[in-house]
């Protein structure tokens, strides 16, 4: 047996093929004559010195050699995709693609983007809102916005502010509810996108912080955090409210924080990229950016009693 592959073009017919289960449809994709993309095929065959193919009447189907090379032949090309697609993007620095999960690209991103466009005109920037597990490569993204607590084995990572939560309502509804007592009977919103977090940080937590034993259950549920702080904003009810979601509806008064003590439910929102891309001019400037929009609102942060929601835990 020999390590020596066939001929590339050889392959590409191959697979092509192999994806169709038909000669004309594959050589309809490669651009090229049914008899040309056959003679690619026997000449693939000729190299294994085995059939790759059988051929029916009006159909092909793969041999057991066939059906043992087709799953690699496509992973390499898609691998092969891949590398050329990242290799371009290293001589693209006027082009930024990022993907962020929606709520922080609703609430956080998209309202301050007017700022960092301002700042960098010669840079496009393209969103990709999105919780689904990213590839650079692959998937032709330069930065990712992404929370939680995991570890980021691999890239390049900057930890972003910590996150906390706290009650936030309209001013109106602050007037109707003075006291932390109170709220055991204002309308409660519930944001259930952050209760996969352990230690939880929901109302029974933060009441139990306050010193005051009350498990509400009972209000509107919402699987998405920006939905949750959007009710809140209508008026709906008060809502533990997300550092990076509530702070620029805090800062601008739409919202207002009567009683600063803050949950720390000890993940946090990271900036990531591939390993080495950060030294490239478009994806410095973002983070550069994106940190100093956090720094802007420290104030905020500063002014909380923050204490960790692993402390308030029911034994």
């Given at each position: 047996?020999?390590d020596?592959?066939?001929?590339?073009?050889?392959?590409?017919?191959?697979?092509a093929a192999?994806?169709?289960?038909?000669f004309?449809?594959?050589?309809?994709?490669?651009h090229?004559?049914p008899?040309?993309?056959?003679?690619q095929?026997?000449s693939?065959e000729?190299h294994l010195g085995a059939?790759?193919?059988?051929?029916l009447?009006?159909?092909?189907?793969?041999?057991?050699?066939?059906k043992?090379?087709?799953?690699?032949?496509q992973?390499?090309?898609?691998?092969?995709a891949?590398?050329w697609?990242?290799?371009?993007?290293?001589?693209?620095?006027h082009?930024?693609?990022?993907?962020?999960?929606p709520?922080?690209t609703?609430?956080?991103?998209?309202p301050?983007?007017?700022?960092?466009?301002?700042?960098?005109?010669?840079i496009?920037l393209r969103?990709s809102?999105s919780?689904?597990?990213?590839d650079?490569?692959?998937?032709?993204?330069?930065v990712?916005?992404?929370?939680g607590?995991t570890t980021?084995e691999?890239?390049?990572s900057?930890?972003l502010?910590?996150?906390?939560?706290?009650p936030v309502m309209?001013?109106?509804?602050?007037?109707r509810?003075?006291?932390?007592?109170?709220?055991?009977t204002?309308p409660l919103?519930f944001?259930?996108s952050?209760?996969y977090?352990?230690?939880?940080?929901d109302?029974?937590?933060?009441?139990?912080?306050?010193?005051?034993?009350h498990a509400?259950?009972?209000?509107p549920?919402?699987?998405q955090?920006d939905h949750?702080?959007?009710?809140?904003?209508?008026?709906v009810?008060?809502v533990?409210?997300r550092?990076a979601?509530v702070?620029?509806d805090?800062?601008?008064g739409?919202l207002?924080a009567p009683?600063?003590v803050a949950?720390?439910t000890g993940?946090?929102f990271?900036?990531?990229?591939a390993s080495?891309?950060e030294?490239r001019?478009h994806?410095?400037a973002?983070?550069?950016?994106?940190?100093?929009?956090?720094?802007?609102?420290?104030h905020?942060?500063?002014a909380?009693?923050?204490?960790?929601?692993?402390?308030y835990q029911?034994?």
């Open positions: 047996m020999s020596r592959l066939p001929p590339l073009t050889a392959l590409r017919a191959f697979d192999a994806r169709h289960m038909s004309a449809k594959a050589a309809e994709e490669l090229v004559t008899a040309a993309l056959s003679f095929i026997k693939l000729q059939p790759v193919f059988r051929r009447n009006r159909a092909v189907e793969l041999t057991d050699a066939g043992a090379l087709a799953p690699g032949v992973d390499g090309f898609q691998t092969l891949a590398a697609r990242s290799a371009e993007r290293t001589q693209d620095n082009t930024l693609t990022v993907t962020a999960g709520a922080f609703s609430k956080w991103l998209a301050l983007l007017y700022e960092f466009a301002h700042r960098h005109p010669e496009e969103f809102a919780l689904k597990l990213m650079f490569g692959r998937d032709a993204i330069d990712a916005i992404r929370f607590r980021d691999g890239l390049y900057v930890p502010a910590q996150e906390w939560v706290c309209t001013p109106a509804m602050a007037e509810f003075p006291t932390p007592q109170s709220l055991t204002a919103i944001d259930d952050i209760n977090l352990n230690p939880r940080s109302w029974e937590t933060w009441f139990r912080a306050m010193g005051i034993e509400p259950t009972h209000g549920r919402f699987s955090a949750a702080v959007d009710a809140a904003l209508a008026g009810g008060v533990l409210g550092r979601l702070v620029k805090l800062n601008d739409r207002v009683f600063p949950l720390d993940a946090r990271r900036f990531l990229c080495g891309a030294t001019p994806i410095a973002f983070r550069d950016w994106i940190i100093s929009e956090i720094e802007k609102n420290a905020i942060t500063n909380m009693t923050r204490v960790p929601a692993s402390d029911r034994p």
